[in-house]
């Protein structure tokens, strides 16, 4: 998908809402694990449950991982029923991949062209010539972990190398390699107060911002820091969408949850207008 694609489907559903697909069989309805395929079961509802309040849906890929080959089997399922069914969906694999350049243009191969993502989140830490393979594939994106929302990002992103931040140098360096316009960034919401700063150095790329919801993070302030006049946000929210009720209303309960989440947005959007 082009980037002026998303930013139309922001505009025109009021929404910049990404829902996290992290499905974890001790964690959904009992009925549902009767059924042949479960996590697809669960993803399919969710899905059409919710698609009216989210511009995107991310599936983080551990969580399918976790179950063997019938957990990629239900990977792509889902992939290819959202690429069937809602075409206009920005789809995210949350991989977290990243290594030597012959095998980054392997993974890349396996989530855009194999599994058609339009974006699968990258790690940085080796460099250039690690993520440079992902970049090369047309309207495809690539989201670069800057500065993530869990604890452990001060072991390393925050701290300072000859004056100045591990992610902030993420973010300069990147702006510089091959393709680098198919680059968008993670920067976790309970980071919010760092998002005047990213936004000096990337002023108009997309960010992924999860952390909304379970962990904490507050909408008002990513808006408020990191929002553009393209909006060039996704904001994600698992846990606190998919689970909000463990019942047979599971996807109605999920629905008013993504609901919410929207509304606050187009509350937001309608403020800046
Ligand atoms: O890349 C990510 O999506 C990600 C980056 C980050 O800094 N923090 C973060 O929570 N995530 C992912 O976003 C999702 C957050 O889920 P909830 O906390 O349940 O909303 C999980 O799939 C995480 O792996």
Redesign the pocket.
């Known amino acids: 998908m082009t980037t002026d694609k998303l930013i139309s489907e922001i505009r025109k559903k009021n929404s910049f809402l990404c829902v ?1 697909l ?1 499905v974890d069989l001790d964690k959904i309805p009992n009925f549902l694990l009767e059924e042949e395929d479960p996590i697809f079961s669960f993803n399919k509802a969710i899905i059409d449950a919710t698609h009216n309040y989210a511009v995107a849906f ?1 599936p ?1 890929t ?2 399918y991982e976790a179950y063997g080959i019938k957990g990629w089997k239900s990977l792509e399922k889902t992939i290819n029923y959202l690429n069937q069914t809602y075409p206009e969906i920005f789809t ?1 694999a ?1 991989a ?1 991949r990243g290594d030597i350049g012959n095998t980054s243009s392997r993974y890349a191969k396996a989530f855009f062209e194999d599994l058609g993502f339009d974006s699968v ?1 990258v790690a940085p830490y080796m460099g250039r010539d690690s993520v440079e393979p992902f970049l090369e594939f047309n309207n495809k994106h690539t ?1 670069l ?1 800057a ?4 604890e452990g ?1 001060y072991d390393f992103q925050t701290k300072k190398i000859e004056g100045e931040t591990v992610y902030t140098q993420v973010l300069k360096t990147s702006k510089n390699w091959k393709n680098s316009e198919n680059l968008m960034y ?3 919401a309970t980071k919010a107060e760092h998002l005047a700063e990213v936004r000096k150095i990337v002023p108009n790329s997309f960010l ?1 911002v ?6 904490g993070g507050s909408l008002t302030e990513v808006c408020k820091y990191g929002m553009t006049p393209d909006i060039s946000l996704l904001v ?6 998919i689970y909000a009720s463990n019942q047979l209303n599971f996807a109605e309960a999920a629905a008013e949850e993504a609901k919410n989440i929207q509304l606050q947005m187009k509350a937001i959007l309608d403020g800046i207008r």
Request: glycine letters at 16%; proline letters at 3%.
């Open positions: 996290g992290d991310k983080n551990a969580f995210i949350d977290k989140t989201i972990l500065l993530t929302s869990n990002a993670v920067i976790g992924l999860p952390g909304v919801g379970a962990q994600n929210s698992s846990r606190g969408i």
